[in-house]
């Protein structure tokens, strides 16, 4: 009993002070006129007594002041209903607008665990409406972080348009919204990022590995940009390495590129929560398209893309990448402890009619 009278108490408290609207600014200053009509119409009285003197003070309001606060009473009884069926309605309304939306959340699970800690858990915790979820899982491909069948994570990853129509086949596009967050491969990010560019506004969140929980893009845009070490070379193919969270293993590319020439794009600050503003990422995303522009302008027709960064800027470089007019991209996957550290890639061809591939370079 004592629990559900302290929830209704939240609860009405909740309604009556945090819940923001038009109606309840209303129905709160009937409220308050009512309150300050009744506590300004009392007759106030004090009085002191002792044995040698006896000390009053009164207070009787005028019948104009009376009649000021009976207006100012009748108003505030007017506002607070009219607030109140105001709200209600209003209500009713956002239920049924809710009762046809719906967020589909794709999560993919790869390098970390999150399953104790849904991405859908945590939209579900800012939202009222329904929500859906896509969780691509390759963990079973993984030992000791390492990948061993990239083919069969391929194959999980491509069929995420498929999924992605059958949970949005009987609703609208303007009742569908969509978000995004994992943990997963590079090359494996960029490509869902690279399927998804078609899709209606998605917001991305991220794995923040250091309180191990789930976080919005909401930083402030640091202003950093990309220090650019460009190739004197023109060649048809090329190696784009870019460095956001770690620098990249320039002695791995001299050595597994070595006849190619090498373009570095690099911030100032390599630090892996560098990435936690949406502008930010947006114009970093925007300079990786225009730095590819430019390469195509060279006579670029390949580009192998070494990307060190953070997942949901894997994905928005994906997602900044046009599939139509830039050359075909290869994203490789970096593997440290490997003696080839960049063993295999996804290959992202031009042309529609080809099909996207893992290339196994180990073999």
Same mark, same amino acid.
């Given at each position: *009993?004592?629990?559900?009278?302290?929830?209704?108490?939240?609860?009405?408290?909740?309604?009556?002070?945090?819940?923001?609207?038009?109606?309840?600014?209303?129905?709160?200053?009937?409220?308050?006129?009512l309150f300050i009509s009744l506590a300004g119409s009392w007759a106030v009285s004090f009085m002191y007594a002792d044995a040698e003197r006896t000390l009053v003070l009164g207070y009787q309001s005028s019948s104009t002041a009376q009649? $000021?606060?009976?207006?100012?009473?009748?108003?505030?009884?007017? *506002?607070?209903?009219?607030?109140?069926?105001?709200?209600?309605?209003r209500f009713r309304d956002e239920k049924k607008r809710n009762n046809k939306k719906k967020t589909v959340v794709i999560e993919q699970r790869g390098l970390v665990d999150t399953s104790d800690s849904p991405l859908s858990e945590y939209v579900k915790s800012k939202?009222?409406?329904?929500? !859906?979820? $896509? +969780?691509?899982?390759?963990? /079973?491909?993984?030992?000791?972080?390492?990948?061993?069948?990239?083919?069969?994570?391929?194959?999980?990853?491509?069929?995420?348009?498929?999924?992605?129509?059958?949970?949005?086949?009987?609703?609208?596009?303007?009742?569908?919204?969509?978000?995004?967050?994992?943990?997963?491969?590079?090359?494996?990010?960029?490509?869902?990022?690279?399927?998804?560019?078609? =899709?209606?506004?998605?917001?991305?969140?991220?794995?923040?590995?250091?309180?191990?929980?789930?976080?919005?893009? $909401?930083?402030?845009?640091?202003? &950093?940009?990309?220090?650019?070490?460009?190739?004197?070379?023109?060649?048809?193919?090329?190696?784009?390495?870019?460095?956001?969270?770690?620098?990249?293993?320039?002695?791995?590319?001299?050595?597994?590129?070595?006849?190619?020439?090498?373009?570095?794009?690099?911030?100032?600050?390599?630090?892996?929560?560098?990435?936690?503003?949406? /502008?930010?990422?947006?114009?970093?995303?925007?300079?990786?398209?225009?730095?590819?522009?430019?390469?195509?302008?060279?006579?670029? &027709?390949?580009?192998?893309?070494?990307?060190?960064?953070?997942?949901?800027?894997?994905?928005?470089?994906?997602?900044?990448? !046009?599939?139509?007019?830039?050359? #075909?991209? #290869?994203?490789?996957?970096? =593997?440290?402890?490997?003696? *080839?550290?960049?063993?295999?890639?996804?290959?992202?061809?031009?042309? +529609? =009619? &080809?099909?996207?591939?893992?290339?196994?370079?180990?073999?």
């Amino acid at each position: *009993m004592k629990d559900a009278i302290s929830y209704f108490i939240r609860k009405a408290a909740d309604w009556l002070f945090r819940r923001r609207s038009s109606a309840l600014m209303v129905f709160r200053a009937g409220v308050a006129l009512l309150f300050i009509s009744l506590a300004g119409s009392w007759a106030v009285s004090f009085m002191y007594a002792d044995a040698e003197r006896t000390l009053v003070l009164g207070y009787q309001s005028s019948s104009t002041a009376q009649f $000021i606060l009976y207006i100012g009473f009748v108003i505030g009884i007017a *506002m607070t209903v009219l607030g109140a069926v105001w709200e209600y309605q209003r209500f009713r309304d956002e239920k049924k607008r809710n009762n046809k939306k719906k967020t589909v959340v794709i999560e993919q699970r790869g390098l970390v665990d999150t399953s104790d800690s849904p991405l859908s858990e945590y939209v579900k915790s800012k939202c009222s409406w329904h929500v !859906d979820s $896509i +969780v691509n899982d390759v963990r /079973e491909r993984l030992i000791d972080n390492v990948i061993t069948r990239p083919e069969l994570a391929l194959a999980k990853v491509s069929n995420l348009k498929v999924s992605l129509a059958e949970k949005t086949a009987h609703s609208s596009a303007s009742d569908i919204s969509i978000s995004y967050g994992g943990v997963f491969p590079v090359p494996f990010t960029f490509y869902t990022g690279y399927l998804l560019d078609d =899709e209606s506004q998605i917001t991305v969140y991220d794995w923040d590995r250091d309180s191990g929980s789930w976080r919005g893009l $909401i930083g402030t845009d640091d202003g &950093e940009q990309f220090f650019v070490e460009p190739s004197s070379i023109k060649c048809k193919s090329v190696v784009l390495a870019v460095s956001v969270s770690y620098p990249v293993d320039r002695q791995a590319i001299a050595s597994a590129f070595n006849n190619l020439p090498v373009h570095y794009l690099s911030l100032p600050t390599l630090d892996r929560n560098n990435h936690w503003s949406k /502008e930010k990422q947006d114009r970093l995303s925007g300079d990786f398209l225009e730095y590819c522009k430019k390469l195509l302008g060279q006579g670029t &027709e390949h580009i192998h893309l070494i990307l060190a960064s953070q997942n949901s800027l894997a994905f928005r470089f994906g997602q900044a990448y !046009d599939k139509r007019n830039l050359p #075909s991209i #290869s994203v490789y996957q970096y =593997e440290r402890q490997q003696p *080839m550290r960049y063993p295999w890639c996804i290959n992202i061809p031009h042309a +529609v =009619e &080809e099909k996207v591939e893992v290339v196994n370079r180990a073999r």
